[in-house]
């Protein structure tokens, strides 16, 4: 069976856990950091993040997005969404068709 973790602060994630998801929290981008090559080591299957803590961790994140696992998704934190997950969407979309579609 794979693993599913969810990234993030408290609020945001912890209802997660009801789901059966593996919770992490994390505040600051160090913690994070480590915490998501951790989650990688492991052998997740998939990471979520919250778009809070993954702008500033975007770096770190673009260098899953090469590989074929884990597969790292950003989802909207406590305060809805940022755009940072649609941005990166639209990025990658570019990237597959090699044009901007929108």
């Known amino acids: 069976m794979s693993k599913i973790a969810v990234l993030g602060d408290r609020d945001s994630v912890l209802g997660f856990r009801a789901l059966g998801l593996d919770v992490i929290f ?3 981008k160090e913690e994070a950091v480590r915490e ?15 778009e809070d803590l993954a ?6 994140i673009e260098h899953y997005q090469h590989a ?8 909207p934190g406590r ?3 940022l ?14 068709v090699g044009a ?3």
Do not use: C, F, N, W
């Not at 702008?55 to 770190?60: D, I, P, S």
């Not at 990166?88 to 990237?95: D, G, M, P, Q």
């Open 26 to 28: 994390a505040d600051q």
């Open 100 to 102: 901007d579609i929108s």
């Open 79 to 81: 305060g809805g969404s």
């Open 83 to 96: 755009g940072v997950a649609q941005r990166a969407l639209k990025s990658a979309v570019e990237r597959a």
């Open 55 to 60: 702008r500033t961790m975007m770096a770190e």
């Open 36 to 50: 998501l090559h951790r989650l990688a080591r492991e052998e997740y299957a998939i990471i979520y993040i919250t």
């Open 68 to 75: 074929p696992s884990p597969a790292v998704i950003l989802i």
